[in-house]
């Protein structure tokens, strides 16, 4: 994972390659992302407002679509709300979301495989499980029952 200062070189190149300029929001929400792992924009909006002027939740989501469109951050959806946001690089991974607790834990993709290739021999559709948002029960939420 690159350090703050490598990230903020990184982000300023890509937007110069668009001819677009580098702003305190724009780095701040890239920082947020970064720092929270997986955020909504109402997280990231609470992480980062009052840092600078201007940054309203419509801010971050503009944001977001933006640092997206330049594949810096990917979305996925782990609830019935809002999108969560992570790093791009970390495309690599399904996720496993707690219903009780809300944790998200991160899994390599491969751990679906067999699943992957039965819906594909069955249903001709293959997935993309870099996106995969199981949900159920935590092993510290089991253990808490028993």
Known sequence: MPTEAEAETEL???????GLRMT??????????????HAT?????ERIRGQVEGVNITTVYRTLDLLEELQLVSHTHLSHGAPTYH??????HAHLVCHRCGRITEVDPS????????????CGFVMDIGH???FGTCAECLEKDA
């Open 12 to 18: 300023a190149g890509v937007l110069r390659a668009k």
């Open 24 to 37: 305190a929001q724009r780095q701040l929400v890239l920082e947020a992302v970064r720092a929270l792992g």
């Open 41 to 45: 924009p109402e997280q990231i909006h």
């Open 87 to 92: 790093l791009s690089g970390d495309r690599g």
């Open 111 to 122: 751990l679906f495989a067999n699943a992957r290739e039965e819906v594909a021999d069955k």
């Open 132 to 134: 995969v948002a199981v």
